[in-house]
């Protein structure tokens, strides 16, 4: 069968035998919705081809960081390192891609930085192209390849014919900064499948597993310790609240840079261990049966342009939810319908809101079952990468239309 559309993930660490949700997610519903899809994974090219569970844990990253702190001042040439291999890479990709045999109708290219083989192979083979567009690609202060790490995502934008960002923020973000026509800007919220997140009983195994106390509400939140989730304000909090109750324990799963800058704060602030528990990463399989086992779900800190797929899976798991109040996460929460929402970065405003949910069991209730329904009605993939790809289908008349 000839396949109509090209997906292409070319950056060095994407391989076909360890995606994650989302890109699993994304694939299987261009499938779903009427493409004939062939998939090439930069990451395959690569003599590594996948990464041990390890990678995720705590102690990988431990060992990352202490590599960087021991070469901070050598950051700009680690850096610029790091592009060269990108840049080779990216020509390795075309390559590989000029030899492949397709009749392709359309390109399919999720951005990665200094790689643009999917536009290049769109225009010698004359077929639009999609650029499904990643923001903060290029973060650093300065490196010796960022000019052209900066073209050539400029380029991408200027000739794509069809871009698809995660919120209406980005797309407002590029007509203003970038000056991109409105009507090729497409957005495709996260979304989450619901039939993977039951709202069932706790797992007695994970109770056991983690020695997670029954006596208490359980708030909890799983995740990176990046800087952006602001995971130090959760210990604040818990600190504040532990002055007036003892009835809460606070679970944090998952590792980064601010895992043990917590760690210490909890022992700083003498909060006793039978009240808060830090625990690994666990692989995106396990999540719903963390999220079984939490009362009240947090997100203390995200970015302001993107609502996380993390959110949508408290959602999916029937949990009231706290937020960050911006515009990004407002497009998904309604504030004391579905979730609630309290001023970035305030420990107050949080607490504000914790205690209310804590306080208000009936209405906690309420607030989760919406959430549920909510994601349910709205949010799955089929409904927001779905709904984006159909148009493209139809733009472009590619696909299957027996699957229509």
Not at 297 to 307: F, K
Not at 315 to 325: G, L
Request: with cysteine; charged share 30%; hydrophobic share 40%.
């Amino acid at each position: 069968m000839i396949k109509d559309i090209l997906y292409l993930i070319g950056g060095r660490s994407f391989t076909n035998n360890n995606l994650g949700r989302k890109i699993s997610e994304v694939i299987e519903t261009l499938n779903l919705v009427g493409f004939r899809l062939d998939t090439f994974f930069g990451g395959d090219l690569e003599k590594t081809k996948s990464l041990p569970f390890s990678y995720g844990a705590q102690k990988y990253h431990d060992s990352q960081v202490s590599k960087l702190k021991r070469n901070d001042f050598l950051k700009p040439l680690i850096i610029s390192v790091s592009e060269l291999k990108d840049i080779i890479h990216d020509r390795k990709v075309f390559s590989e891609l000029y030899k492949k045999k397709g009749r392709y109708k359309l390109v399919w290219e999720r951005s990665s930085r200094l790689h643009w083989a999917g536009l290049r192979y769109a225009k010698r083979i004359g077929v639009p192209f999609v650029l499904e567009w990643k923001d903060h690609l290029i973060d650093y202060k300065w490196s010796l390849f960022k000019p052209l790490a900066l073209y050539i995502e400029r380029k991408k934008l200027l000739e794509a014919s069809d871009i698809v960002v995660e919120s209406t923020v980005l797309k407002e973000e590029l007509i203003r900064n970038e000056g991109i026509e409105e009507d090729k800007i497409h957005v495709a919220l996260n979304a989450v499948n619901t039939d993977e997140f039951s709202a069932r009983g706790i797992d007695s195994e994970i109770i056991t597993q983690y020695n997670l106390p029954t006596d208490k509400l359980i708030v909890g939140y799983i995740g990176s310790y990046a800087f952006y989730h602001n995971t130090e304000l959760l210990v604040d909090a818990l600190s504040e609240i532990l002055k007036r109750r003892t009835d809460v324990f606070f679970w944090l799963v998952g590792n980064g840079k601010d895992y043990h800058l917590c760690k210490d704060k909890a022992k700083e602030l003498s909060i006793p261990q039978e009240n808060i528990l830090f625990s690994d990463g666990v692989p995106k399989e396990k999540v719903p049966e963390i999220l079984r086992a939490i009362d009240i779900a947090v997100l203390p800190g995200s970015t302001d342009i993107i609502c996380p797929i993390k959110i949508m899976e408290y959602m999916a798991a029937e949990k009231a939810v706290i937020a960050p109040d911006y515009q990004c996460n407002r497009e998904v929460i309604r504030h004391g319908e579905n979730g609630v929402l309290f001023e970035p970065k305030s420990v107050n405003s949080f607490l504000n809101e914790l205690n209310w949910l804590m306080g208000e069991p009936v209405s906690r209730e309420k607030i989760a079952k919406e959430a549920r329904v909510y994601v349910a009605t709205h949010l799955s993939w089929e409904q927001t990468w779905g709904r984006v790809a159909r148009k493209i289908v139809e733009k472009y008349e590619v696909g299957d239309k027996s699957h229509n």
